[in-house]
């Protein structure tokens, strides 16, 4: 192991154990006086795709097209403990998680579709080619606390110590020309590091990293009868990835095509370089926000959910029974709608733009089991 990594591993190690024996020491020197503990499991994974439906981006663009320039898939599991004290609240949990954002140009994705469906491409145009992503799995402990003692104000800080694989952060760009239906000419700037190279396929040692992650959550009871609340997701987070396979390269050919697994093969006049790169990679920051009102048993809200350019606006209302607490929510611009039940230990949200799963582009499915003792 080198020494720059070694040190990352130390630092992670450091700060997970502080964590942990910082909020055992809180836990359990507290738990005399703890008004609640709870044990807790939360699965959450939302996904997106803007030109085509999720299940086709995994599927080799089997399905059809439409425009856009934007995929992302979110995905976490975490497993924890949390105790009340007084107006606090102190938290450990296991997390592992999962993202990945991909941003392209229309003229990309499509040649990909003509390719992975052995369509020909288009005679005498020229194709934009632009396609950037940022993967990272990662998995660690999570440290959270929360204060009640500020009057109508609730505030929840979230800090995460993660150790991370998959990478992929990086892409390429350039220009493609096709004539007699095939891609005759074609430009590429490459820069990207990676665990696996998927362009040219040499062969790699897969890097590890380290580093952290926080997230803010804000609720305001204006009123008994109005609430905003505000979730800053990953609010903060730097990820430290030490001699990590990188490529620099231009391409320039007389001739492109894409083997059987839509991948790029060339002839080409390549120009560039292999090598091991230190840097950090940051987790896409997202936010979300709602406004609600309630009115005897029900809570009607309106919320945005944004991440870069992108909104997800919606609407809907939670009604509350003795047989627990029901939801539906609705998307306007993506028609899509989302269905929720909560119990006193168990929630469950469903979010789909459409009931036949295979040709919606909006899919997300929340579940957590609690159990207070």
Not at 250 to 270: C, K, M
Request: charged share 20%; glycine share 8%.
């Amino acid at each position: 192991m080198n020494k720059k990594l070694a040190v990352h591993y130390r630092a992670f190690f450091s700060f997970s154990m502080i964590g942990i024996l910082f909020s055992t020491t809180v836990l359990f020197s507290a738990s005399a006086h703890c008004l609640d503990w709870q044990t807790y499991l939360e699965v959450e994974s939302f996904s997106y795709s803007e030109s085509t439906s999720v299940n086709s981006l995994l599927n080799k663009l089997n399905g059809s097209l439409s425009n856009g320039d934007l995929a992302f898939t979110h995905n976490r599991l975490e497993l924890g403990v949390k105790a009340d004290y007084t107006d606090h609240q102190f938290g450990l949990g296991r997390v592992m998680r999962y993202d990945h954002l991909v941003h392209y140009t229309q003229d990309t994705l499509q040649l990909f579709y003509l390719k992975n469906n052995d369509l020909p491409v288009d005679s005498n145009r020229d194709y934009n080619i632009f396609i950037e992503t940022n993967r990272v799995r990662a998995d660690g402990f999570t440290f959270s606390y929360g204060n009640r003692s500020i009057e109508h104000l609730q505030i929840d800080l979230k800090g995460s110590a993660l150790q991370t694989s998959k990478l992929l952060d990086g892409g390429f760009s350039g220009q493609m020309t096709s004539k007699d239906g095939e891609l005759s000419y074609g430009g590429l700037d490459l820069d990207y590091s990676y665990d696996e190279d998927i362009i040219f396929g040499h062969p790699v040692e897969e890097p590890t990293g380290s580093g952290v992650a926080f997230d803010l959550d804000i609720g305001w009871q204006y009123k008994p009868n109005l609430r905003a609340d505000i979730s800053i997701h990953d609010l903060c987070s730097k990820l430290d990835w030490d001699n990590a396979p990188h490529t620099i390269a231009q391409l320039n050919t007389d001739r492109v095509t894409f083997d059987e697994n839509g991948f790029i093969s060339v002839e080409p006049a390549l120009s560039g370089r292999n090598s091991e790169l230190s840097f950090s990679q940051r987790f896409p920051r997202r936010t979300s926000g709602s406004l609600s009102y309630i009115s005897g048993n029900t809570r009607y809200w309106i919320s945005d959910y944004h991440q870069l350019a992108t909104h997800f606006s919606q609407l809907g209302f939670t009604h509350q029974s003795r047989y627990g607490s029901f939801k539906l929510g609705y998307y306007p611009a993506y028609l899509a709608y989302e269905l929720g039940y909560e119990s006193s230990w168990f929630v469950v949200n469903l979010k789909t733009s459409d009931f036949n799963f295979r040709n919606a582009k909006l899919v997300g499915l929340e579940m957590a089991f609690k159990h207070s003792w």
